[in-house]
């Protein structure tokens, strides 16, 4: 790789966070920060941080957002950055836009860096669509004659046309995003930062913006650093990527095989133990001790085929008292791609417990799977709920609790095995 | 490629440590248009769906003006000088006052109002409180207008205002102008860095800038008090927004002394005010978004 091709380069960047309330003792922990640095000495509450593990409890009340990041980064690449909640992108994106500076170490950069702001901040309510595209233009960065230059482009991209002389007050938050996505999008930085903005708006308008962030980064020769949960987004649109877990990279490679890595991280998870998890959050009034699958014939199996009857098991302890009428169940199902593709809800369906043992097994009868081949893992929350639209109380919620592989099967009974992607859909063809 | 030949044209670094000041004026003018809109965006919404508009401009003043004549004037019997109207008298000194306090109370909460947007991205934070004390400017201006439009009237319609002069001095009121814009930006840069982390200071001000008021010679002259309570007169002559108002008033109205020395005493201070919150202001934008 020539040196001349790195456009951004990471060298040993690290943050550090306090944890818990800020504003008791920190006078004191000011005065001895200055104290250290009258004499020369280091920061004295820099050795005490830990890794950023936020299910076990640490130590101190310090702790390490990132922990010595390198990366480069090449002049026209899309770079993904993956991870889980709380692995440290936003803290790194926040770093990257001069948002807030890291503790130790530097980034160096060839060109200017723009971040795209989330929905509307910046956006002035008050403010029609027009005046706002300027507003925001100048904090991204543009002056009023780039801006004036390129509005006509700008709104008819954002597809606001009717609504641009109306405050921003009255817009929908689709419209809003449209809007703020459109600025950026013509907004001319070298390196373009963005965070998970396409969760929002509808799918015509997503297809549009990752076409316009291709275009950007093949066209133009830009760079984007991109952050997203999205891994189809990532998957179409990223170059290479880098996984992020506890505050540290731990996979760098190209973008398929960083959300590969990613998935595989996630899928071992939900092979591990459940009782060995650490992530369960709730009250615990109920605690779920293990979950598996068993077949028509009550074997556990840890292989499924589309088409067939199952029986999913979680085996429980009950520690409190629960009313059983608002005892729910919501099960959740993701693809590989780390997107929900089926949800199971007791609130939903209308079924009602009368009473809840001690002890026992709750079964979930599925007389014919809809899943075709692949890797599926299952979210749970148990709660309780007193009516469908009050919220709910979580008694037992972890995350990737549960992995399912489902091979090909017959479904229809016709002797051809099921393609694999997606759901098998209850149906029948008649030509009339 | 040479080592040496590609380390020189990285664009910028982001690095923890800072100097003492890191004042990017390139950054600042890059960024004026920002300050332009800003100024503009607060000056349109401040009183949009409201009926009255930008007569509310108007109308702050005058009301407290006319309040102050009615308790201070008529009722505790302050003289404001012979052949000037008290409520002359009062509308320069609130017109003055209002807008050191709203440059101070409108950059005091910098940080923690527009923590949203901070949050999100980077600019030069400062463009942030410059755009308060510049909308202010265009607020003040409208008020001066209003002034200059009583004081005509008193002057020529009626015969209260025989003595109400304006000096020569009245060249030095742009500067004047510019030491109440400076001595309320500097001190609500350096509450509202402080506010970040000692969120005390947000209720401090409130009241504050209210006790500050009546410490700042706004309703009455500085010799009246000082010949009224000699022991305390000290804590209002050396307040600087004392010396500002009463200045103020010398040039419109030609009440009071002029000297040099209270000019400069005010420039002095304003500056250094501006000066230190400017360092405050410039380490706390860098690391507040962690502790705001």
């Keep these: ?432 | 490629m040479h080592k040496t030949e590609t380390t020189q044209d990285w664009l910028y670094t982001i690095s923890p440590k800072r100097k003492m000041i890191d004042l990017n004026f390139k950054e600042i003018w890059r960024y004026r248009d920002l300050l332009f809109l800003f100024v503009k965006r607060d000056v349109i919404t401040q009183y949009k769906q409201t009926v009255l508009g930008p007569l509310w401009y108007f109308i702050q003043p005058l009301f407290t003006s006319v309040i102050f004549t009615l308790i201070f004037n008529n009722l505790a019997a302050i003289p404001t000088g012979d052949g000037i109207p008290s409520f002359l008298f009062n509308l320069a000194g609130i017109t003055s006052w209002n807008y050191f306090s709203s440059c101070l109370t409108g950059t005091s909460n910098t940080f923690t109002a527009n923590r949203g947007i901070f949050g999100k991205v980077y600019f030069p934070r400062v463009i942030t409180p410059l755009s308060v004390v510049v909308s202010n400017l265009i607020k003040f201006g409208i008020q001066l207008l209003v002034f200059t439009c009583f004081y005509l009237y008193f002057v020529f319609f009626t015969d209260k205002a025989e003595n109400a002069v304006p000096q020569l001095a009245i060249v030095l009121l742009p500067v004047l102008i510019m030491f109440m814009g400076l001595f309320g930006l500097g001190f609500g840069m350096i509450i509202s860095s402080l506010t970040t982390k000692y969120r005390d200071l947000t209720f401090l001000v409130g009241f504050g800038v209210q006790l500050l008021m009546y410490a700042s010679a706004v309703m009455y002259p500085l010799s009246y008090f000082k010949e009224k309570v000699p022991e305390y007169a000290w804590l209002v002559e050396y307040n600087p927004m004392t010396t500002i108002i009463e200045l103020f008033r010398y040039m419109t109205l030609g009440i009071g002394d002029f000297s040099m020395s209270n000019f400069m005493y005010a420039g002095l201070i304003s500056i250094t005010f501006f000066l230190i919150g400017l360092i405050i202001f410039n380490k706390t934008e860098k690391s507040f978004i962690d502790t705001v």
């Excluded at chain 1, 820099?46 to 009340?61: A, F, I, M, W, Y």
């Excluded at chain 1, 669509?129 to 509005?151: D, P, Q, T, V, W």
């Excluded at chain 1, 840890?302 to 199952?310: A, F, K, N, W």
């Excluded at chain 1, 009313?323 to 919501?330: D, R």
Aim: proline fraction near 2%; charged fraction near 25%; charge should be positive.
């Design chain 1, 1 to 432: 790789m020539k040196e001349q091709d790195i456009i951004l380069k990471a060298t040993n960047i690290s943050k550090q966070y306090r944890l818990g309330v800020v504003g008791t003792g920190t006078i004191s922990h000011d005065l001895n920060r200055w104290w250290s640095s009258i004499r020369g000495k280091d920061d004295p509450y820099l050795k005490v941080g830990e890794s950023n593990d936020r299910s076990t409890k640490g130590e101190s009340e310090y702790v390490w957002a990132l922990k010595d990041i390198n990366f480069e980064v090449k002049k026209g690449e899309v770079l993904g950055v993956i991870g889980k909640n709380g692995a440290g992108k936003s803290t790194l994106l926040k770093i990257l836009s001069k948002v807030t500076g890291p503790t130790t170490g530097e980034i160096k950069t060839r060109g200017r860096i723009a971040s795209l702001l989330e929905v509307g901040t910046g956006f002035h309510g008050e403010m029609t669509g027009r005046e706002n595209i300027f507003l925001n233009g100048a904090i991204l960065g543009m002056s009023k004659k780039e801006i004036k230059s390129k509005i006509d482009e700008i709104i008819e991209f954002s597809g606001c046309q009717r609504y641009i002389d109306t405050p921003v007050k009255r817009y929908s938050s689709g419209m809003t995003v449209r809007l703020a996505f459109a600025v950026a999008a013509f907004l001319e930085p070298e390196i373009l930062v963005i965070d998970e903005v396409l969760a929002v708006g509808d799918v015509e308008f997503q297809k549009k913006a990752i076409g316009k962030m291709q275009d950007i980064s093949r066209g133009e020769g830009r760079t984007v650093l991109f952050v997203s949960h999205n891994m189809a987004a990532v998957k179409s649109l990223c170059t290479r990527g880098i996984v992020l877990e506890n505050g540290k990279i731990v996979f760098e490679g190209d973008s398929n095989a960083s959300i590969n890595f990613y998935l595989d991280n996630a899928y071992k998870m939900s092979s591990k133990p459940i009782f060995e998890r650490k992530d369960r959050k709730g009250n615990f009034k109920l605690k779920i001790q293990d979950i598996y699958a068993e077949n028509h014939q009550a074997i556990r199996v840890g292989e499924l085929h589309s088409g067939e009857e199952y029986k999913i098991v979680f085996e429980y302890k009950k520690f409190k008292d629960i009313i059983p009428k608002q005892f729910t169940i919501v099960l959740q199902f993701k693809n590989e791609n780390d997107e929900i593709v089926n949800t199971i809800a007791t609130d939903e369906i209308g079924t009602v417990f009368n009473h809840i043992k001690d002890e026992g097994r709750i079964e979930i009868q599925i007389p014919k799977l809809q899943f075709r081949e692949g890797n599926y893992s299952m979210n749970y929350m148990i709660s309780e709920k007193p009516s469908f639209n009050t919220p709910h109380v979580v008694i037992d919620y972890l995350q990737d609790a549960f992995a399912m592989q489902v091979l090909k099967g017959d479904y229809w009974k016709s002797g051809i095995l099921n393609r694999p992607k997606g759901f098998i859909q209850e149906a029948s063809i008649n030509i009339a």
